[in-house]
């Protein structure tokens, strides 16, 4: 089982370099950060945890920025994004970042992709509400394009490459995306990427979810995909209880005000194994 912390890294939390630092140092394999490129003020669409808003999502740092940074002082550490709002972002412009990022850190970037809740902040990136799934398939499948082929091209209804050459190419041959989202339609772009499926928790029993996913792949003729718990509790008999149902990972959040720094170690010390 793969350990990770998840930190929504901003002008006011604890630095993400020393964050990163003490991720590696105690063990941990990855460090995720999250994106939002800004909230609109009107707040029309509630968010979906319920209650306010916290301050942290219109604060975050750029995750390929902050993630370089982590890359600078780490050796190991593994670079995630969670998740990288794909379907708000040029994935030409993505594609040439994300490949960078995985060159300049020796092959360690999880791309964790989602395609956004907020109505308002996907409008102002021109992007429907009812489009975005369609729009994160086709800018992944662009990007793909531009990782694996030398002459990259790509025709779809939301995004399009002519034959076109990029450099460099990620170190890792298939560069992992792991898609964030519940539902069997998050499922489905996993498999389409053949990549991983991040869901968080829910009530619903995770026998019966990796049960759907199992379904979904078997339905599209591909492997099932590796599974990544995002924002688990932590808990010792948890982690153990994923691993137990073949989870490749759990992803822990850290505090975005207070000493993160502190709360790793903390982590790490009730993460031990009995």
Request: glycine residues 8%; proline residues 7%.
């Amino acid at each position: 089982m793969k350990l990770g912390l998840a930190l929504f890294a901003t002008d006011l939390t604890s630095d993400v370099r020393d964050v990163a630092r003490a991720a590696e140092e105690n063990g941990f394999e990855s460090l995720f950060v999250a994106e939002h490129t800004h909230i609109p003020t009107s707040r029309a669409t509630p968010y979906p945890m319920g209650g306010d808003l916290p301050d942290e999502y219109s604060r975050t740092l750029d995750p390929f920025l902050a993630l370089t940074a982590a890359a600078a002082v780490t050796e190991r550490l593994r670079l995630g994004t969670g998740v990288c709002l794909v379907v708000e972002r040029d994935p030409i412009v993505t594609a040439k970042e994300v490949a960078t990022l995985d060159v300049l850190s020796g092959g360690r970037v999880l791309l964790g992709v989602g395609a956004g809740w907020n109505v308002e902040e996907l409008a102002h990136h021109g992007v429907e509400f009812a489009d975005r799934w369609d729009v994160l398939h086709d800018r992944v499948k662009l990007m793909q394009s531009l990782w694996r082929q030398d002459v990259a091209s790509f025709d779809g209804k939301h995004a399009r490459l002519e034959p076109s050459w990029q450099w460099p190419k990620p170190v890792q041959a298939n560069l992992p995306v792991l898609v964030g989202g519940g539902g069997r339609l998050a499922m489905r772009h996993a498999v389409d990427y053949d990549g991983g499926w991040m869901p968080m928790p829910s009530r619903v029993k995770l026998t019966e979810r990796l049960a759907v996913l199992a379904d979904v792949a078997a339905e599209a003729g591909k492997p099932t995909p590796p599974v990544t718990m995002y924002i688990v509790r932590p808990d010792r008999s948890v982690v153990d209880h994923y691993a137990e149902l073949g989870i490749e990972r759990c992803v822990f959040l850290l505090p975005t005000r207070g000493d993160a720094v502190a709360a790793v170690r903390d982590l790490a010390g009730r993460l031990q194994p009995d």
